[in-house]
């Protein structure tokens, strides 16, 4: 199967479903019309990413050059989701491209989620504490299901396969090089009186 590029703006919008290298039975399939259509396909997999995801699905848009340009057409992904077995879909990524640089991302990929964050004010100085701090974290960007999991790993109710806390939590983490050296009362102080 070959693009179709509409008539009316040159434009081709097509789905692709992420699958098993070399297998036949879970095939990586391109040139899918619809939305719905890849999800329906997608649902069948297996779970193939770690994510949790039956499948990914990409979206790819081509848009084509005028006739008596070197090249037939652009083209590049826009979006991606993860897929589970009962056809629910969730963004991964939302990619930027050269056609689409004056919109903003509606959603960052981790790199560049990661690169907005800033330092903690106030870090944890051991392994438990990092925890803590990391479940609450993941609690208030609506990772409910991680935060839950890191709560009852930190205060032993059932631990993480492969992450112990054993003799690792009465080892002290150091503190970034950038901490404030005021005592925690002064900075506690400060910050109620506003300075």
């Known amino acids: 199967m070959t693009m179709v590029f509409r008539e009316r703006d040159g434009v081709c919008v097509e789905y692709e479903v992420r699958g098993i290298p070399g297998s036949e039975k879970y095939p990586y399939l391109n040139h899918i019309r619809t939305l719905k259509e890849a999800v329906a396909i997608a649902r069948t997999y297996p779970g193939i990413y770690g994510d949790g995801a ?81 479940a609450r974290i993941a609690e208030r960007i609506g990772l409910h299901d991680a935060s839950r999991a890191l709560r009852e790993h930190v205060y032993g109710r059932r631990c993480l396969p492969g992450f112990g806390l054993g003799s690792e ?25 506003g300075h």
Not at 92 to 108: C, F, I, M, N, T
Not at 173 to 192: G, L, T
């Open 169 to 193: 939590q009465a080892e002290p983490v150091v503190p970034p090089s950038k901490a404030d050296p005021k005592p925690f009362w002064r900075r506690v102080i400060e910050k109620a009186m």
């Open 54 to 134: 039956a499948t990914h699905v990409v979206r790819r848009y081509s848009k084509q050059f005028p006739e008596g340009h070197e090249f037939h057409h652009s083209s590049g992904l826009t979006h991606r989701w993860r897929v589970d077995a009962e056809g629910r879909i969730q963004l991964v990524v939302y990619y930027r491209s050269d056609w689409r640089r004056e919109k903003p991302a509606r959603r960052l990929d981790l790199q560049a989620y990661m690169a907005t964050l800033g330092t903690m004010p106030n870090p944890a100085t051991t392994l438990r504490g990092e925890l803590s701090d990391l």
